[in-house]
């Protein structure tokens, strides 16, 4: 594929150098690059400590079809469904896992999976007085767990990129994003690739900048200001100032930072959507991937949020163009549907709708995989140092049901993760929680820097300190 | 300290057109009757329990209008804030609540860069705020007067001496590493416009002698929360100078000061944001419609369509003044050419422009209920939907919220081929028990708007079958079609304290609490009393104590016992 092409070209990945400031004047600090840091075999770093890990959450709205969808046996040697056969080449990077439940359930369809999966946390419902339904996270999404321990000395903290840009923003944030630093903090996707690339390789201060240093002065004052403004709040207010404050800290550290040595790609150039009003979603899918795995590579960034899909969202699979269907007598064309509303029409041919649209789905997956599997990261490759958990917000959308949720774990997190599994299915409804701990745990420099996540409130528990062992190594 | 006066004139309604130019309703009196005088403000109620105040971060219209008002047009142009998200249907809700991210603050890092430039553009501008003629780069004295002239209007009160102190900082750094005294402008501008004082609307109130648990804006905090809620813009100069001589702080003052600020066409700019929210018209365009059903929709007619909602708005609420319940009877519009010949069916206006048409009778629309902007946004891509439009009807016009769809089986629907009707296809869901409990509620409301299709153009018939647009519902009775909803909708008052409800949301950043309702009872009873001016509403919420009440924060006795610990000698 020339898309890859493209990214072998690259000269090997070096990390981001970050300058210091000393009384508002930039001195530059500089990092070794990566490869000159790496042992002799290029599986470690020469003083012993491991590559770097990425972790990724990736999300596509609106469940499966399980019975085109669930494995007909476990094991490695399992054979892929119609539904999962795209991913055939990185069968052998992933695990599929089936009969997990989600026990942040049973109060509102899609809300309920994503803060079950991604964060753990039963969400917080904002209904009142008659005003319209929303909710946000209950605590921090995991990839935001993650970035707090992995994050800090990437140029940028996390990523978060979506691709359907017909997502759902009217229920709050716990449906509009996959990341949250805490209930107050949504981070919202980027679903332009142009704007993407802008902000991962654009934004650095030029070298021969002179207002660089001013910047960096007139951040210092309103860092003073934030502060002082702290005093007279609200305690709730001065968590969202603490929140100001160190995103400012962040983006004066950005200001210094000097590019990585790291020959950038072209900017993107795919239009938002084409001529009939449908998005282009493997065109855009294809251009996000190829950033995320450029900003991984080049060490911008170790932690992405993915958003292929919404929950709840209203996606057109314009690709998908009418089917006889003569059991049913009908010939519907739903190529320009709200994909939410037709996983909700309990008929053959539209739930046959949302089995093939599942299979799109798994081929954006799988380009997206594929591409990490194809990029080099040491002596091994970027899906080799990662790990993906890949999900959706329900398992059948028409129902909104609660067990066996679409769940896959992609890559081998640098040895952490097991990489022979195949298809695992859970004898007893084993937590979904437990496989988000097991990916924050696969990544981390020390397992035991998380030792727990969510929390439990009232009937909703998603608590958890045991990793799943079927696909954590320890 | 400003060269323009702030206006006082009181510029009261136009006269006698309230009343008399208002559709008859079921159970109104109709024909001409005297306009109520301009009421007086009002009291807040003994049962008035006010809340906190968050800080509310400026959304991009207040953003870009504070910039322009500051410095120039083309520095608000110049401005890039990031994008507003929305809560509970307000983009001012989320504003209260969300916290910024390193997204963001880089967002707002480049557009105080751009802004700045751009405002150093405008010499005469810079030279006004300056006050002073720098004699050198190191001139503290010329600078001191910029940032204390400008930070007044950034942060919408004067600064402290702690404040100018590092604003005067930054800019003598950068005068200095330029050589350049007007250097040192451009990042005194950028430092403030990343400011939280200026970013976010901060309201701390001052104590109140007979309510130690409560707390009263300072007049400069009412100038700011007038002026945005009014106009999505800051106070200006004069303004501010109306607040420092403390003008502000008697309803009256309060009272003169919305009619001039109303008065402005940015109040129309900030209705028309308002409404777009409240009836879910921003992002029309991006609604998805099958092309091949609907060959005629595309981004071009989604402006028409909400452009057509604002107007018929604007001529209700600012050319006429009149009852506001007009927006669920009126029958009349306004349409440009693709409208005209698209959706209604009748001559495209004289010219290239709008043109006010009455609705055809025949096609029983009634106000913005039937207007193909509302009608598009709660269908599907290709067919209609009773469900969404009937939930839009409860939730926005009555603030009434339906509870999830429940989890596990659902009904099978009958298809179009056996059932060729809405009506007939959703039957099941108003016969199941477990689907009518809510469906019931929400579905007979959308039925009898089916016959607008998902485009909102007119239908009598779908697929052959005639459509059947009556209705018995819990709430409004029996009635049929559009005309029938929008009269009954017009007749319960419900529906203007619903308009009241959403309109103190969008003003006040909060979704109003039971505390809060019996002003907002109280000030919709003074509204019919005044025949329903939505004009009238706004200057008796703004006049009221009520406005400039808010609940003490629970770090704000602490501070200021430690601020009086400090001045001790």
């Not at chain 1, 716990?174 to 802008?198: F, K, M, N, V, W």
Request: aromatic share 8%; net charge negative; hydrophobic share 40%.
């Amino acid at each position: 594929m020339s898309r890859r092409k493209l990214l072998s070209e690259l000269t090997l990945p070096r990390r981001t150098l970050l300058r210091g400031a000393v009384g508002g004047a930039a001195v530059a600090v500089a990092l070794p690059p990566l490869e000159a840091m790496l042992n002799q075999n290029g599986d470690a770093l020469a003083n012993g400590d491991p590559l770097p890990r990425r972790f990724m959450t990736w999300v596509f709205g609106t469940g499966c079809r399980l019975e085109h969808w669930t494995p007909a046996t476990t094991g490695s040697n399992y054979e892929l469904t119609s539904e999962l056969a795209p991913l055939a080449p990185v069968k052998g990077d992933m695990t599929v896992l089936t009969n997990f439940r989600n026990y942040v359930a049973g109060r509102r369809g899609h809300h309920d999976g994503v803060a079950g999966i991604f964060s753990c946390h039963p969400f917080i419902q904002l209904d009142p007085m008659g005003a319209p339904y929303a909710s946000k996270f209950g605590g921090p999404s995991i990839d935001q767990v993650v970035a707090d321990i992995i994050g800090e000395d990437t140029y940028v903290r996390s990523l978060q990129v979506g691709v359907s840009k017909r997502h759902l923003q009217n229920q709050g944030p716990t449906l509009a994003t996959i990341s949250h630093r805490g209930p107050d903090q949504p981070l919202y996707a980027e679903r332009d690739p142009g704007a993407l690339y802008d902000r991962l390789f654009m934004s650095f201060t030029p070298s021969d900048d002179p207002t660089a240093a001013r910047r960096v002065k007139a951040l210092d004052a309103v860092i003073q200001d934030a502060q002082r403004l702290k005093r007279r709040i609200s305690t709730n207010d001065r968590n969202r100032v603490d929140a100001h404050l160190e995103s400012l800290f962040q983006v004066q550290k950005q200001l210094l930072a000097i590019p990585p040595d790291c020959e950038f790609p072209m900017k993107p150039d795919v239009e938002p959507y084409m001529p009939d009003g449908a998005e282009p979603l493997a065109e855009i899918n294809a251009a996000m991937a190829q950033l995320v795995v450029m900003a991984f590579s080049c060490d911008l960034t170790r932690v992405c949020s993915y958003m292929f899909t919404g929950p709840s969202g209203g996606a057109q699979f314009y690709m998908l163009p009418p089917e006889e269907f003569p059991e049913h007598n009908t010939n519907k064309d739903y190529s320009h549907a709200d994909h939410h509303n037709v996983s909700h029409i309990n008929l053959p041919y539209e739930q046959d709708f949302i089995h093939r649209s599942t299979i799109v789905s798994m081929e954006n997956l799988s380009y997206l995989l594929d591409l990490m599997k194809n990029t080099d990261d040491g002596a091994g490759s970027l899906l080799d140092n990662s790990c993906v958990l890949a999900a959706s917000d329900v398992a059948e959308g028409w129902a909104h049901s609660e067990v066996s949720m679409p769940l896959i774990v992609a890559g081998g997190a640098g040895g952490r993760l097991k990489r022979d599994v195949g298809h695992y299915r859970s004898p007893d409804e084993e937590p979904v929680h437990n496989v988000s701990l097991a990916c924050v745990k696969s990544v981390l420099p020390d397992v035991d820097d998380v030792t727990e996540l969510g929390s439990n409130v009232g009937n909703y528990n998603g608590f958890t300190n045991t990793p799943c062992t079927a696909i954590f190594e320890g | 300290m400003s060269s323009r006066r702030y206006s006082r004139i009181d510029l009261r309604r136009p006269a006698a057109v309230a009343a008399t130019a208002f559709a008859c309703l079921a159970g109104a009196a109709c024909g001409t009757t005297e306009t109520p005088p301009e009421l007086p403000p009002s009291a807040a109620p003994a049962t008035f329990a006010p809340t906190q105040a968050p800080l509310r971060r400026l959304r991009v219209a207040q953003y870009q209008n504070a910039v322009a008002t500051m410095f120039s047009v083309e520095a608000g142009l110049a401005a890039a804030p990031p994008a507003d998200p929305e809560l509970n249907g307000y983009t001012s809700i989320a504003a209260a609540q969300l916290a910024l991210n390193d997204d963001l603050v880089q967002d707002y890092q480049r557009s105080a860069v751009a802004v700045a430039a751009a405002a150093m553009g405008d010499h005469a501008r810079i030279a006004e705020l300056l006050d002073c003629n720098p004699s050198g780069a190191n001139d503290a004295a010329c600078m001191t007067s910029f940032v204390q002239r400008t930070g007044r209007l950034a942060f919408r009160r004067p600064l402290t001496e702690n404040e100018v102190d590092d604003y005067l900082d930054v800019g003598l750094f950068a005068a200095r590493e330029a050589s350049d005294f007007y250097a040192g402008v451009e990042f005194v501008i950028v430092a403030l416009l990343q400011s939280p004082n200026f970013l976010f609307m901060v309201e701390v109130g001052e104590p109140m002698a007979d309510a130690p648990t409560r707390r009263r804006l300072t007049s400069y905090e009412t100038a700011a929360r007038m002026a945005f809620f009014l106009t999505d813009g800051p106070p200006d100069e004069a303004l501010l100078d109306a607040a420092e001589a403390g003008e502000l702080d008697t309803p009256e003052g309060r009272r003169e000061a919305a009619l001039t600020l109303l008065d402005r066409p940015d109040a129309r700019r900030a209705m028309r944001t308002f409404f777009t929210e409240y009836l879910v018209l921003d992002d029309l365009e991006l609604e998805p419609k099958d092309p091949n059903l609907f060959p005629a929709w595309s981004p071009a007619l989604a402006r028409s369509m909400r452009e057509e909602t604002l107007r018929l708005l604007d001529d209700i609420i600012w050319t006429r003044d009149a009852d506001i319940r007009e927006m669920y009877t009126a029958n009349y519009t306004f349409v440009d050419a693709p409208l005209a010949e698209t959706i209604y069916g009748v001559p495209a206006p004289n010219g290239d422009g709008w043109g006010r048409i009455e609705v055809p009778e025949d096609q029983g629309r009634s106000g913005i209920i039937a207007h193909p902007s509302v009608l598009t946004r709660q269908a599907n891509p290709e067919s209609t939907s009773a469900t969404h439009r009937g939930l839009f009807i409860l939730e926005r016009f009555l603030c009434r919220t339906m509870p999830p769809p429940p989890q596990g089986e659902v009904p099978e629907l009958p298809p179009s081929s056996t059932a060729p009707t809405l009506r007939e296809r959703v039957a099941v869901h108003l016969e199941e028990p477990a689907c009518a409990g809510c469906h019931a509620i929400s579905d007979p409301l959308g039925l009898s708007l089916e016959n607008y299709d998902p485009i909102g153009v007119y239908r009598d018939e779908e697929q052959g079958s005639v459509i059947d647009a009556s209705a018995d519902h819990i709430i409004t009775g029996e009635f049929v079609g559009a005309q029938g909803l929008g009269t009954a909708l017009a007749g319960l008052t419900d529906s203007t304290l619903c308009l009241v409800r959403n309109l103190y949301r969008h003003g006040t950043g909060h979704v109003e609490t039971e505390g809060e309702l019996p002003l907002l009872e109280m000030l919709r009873d003074r509204m019919a009393e005044d025949g329903y001016s939505l004009r009238g509403f706004l200057v008796s919420l703004v006049s009221n104590d009520a406005f400039v009440t808010i609940e003490a924060n629970d770090n704000i006795a602490d501070y200021e016992a430690t601020l009086a610990e400090e001045v001790k000698p």
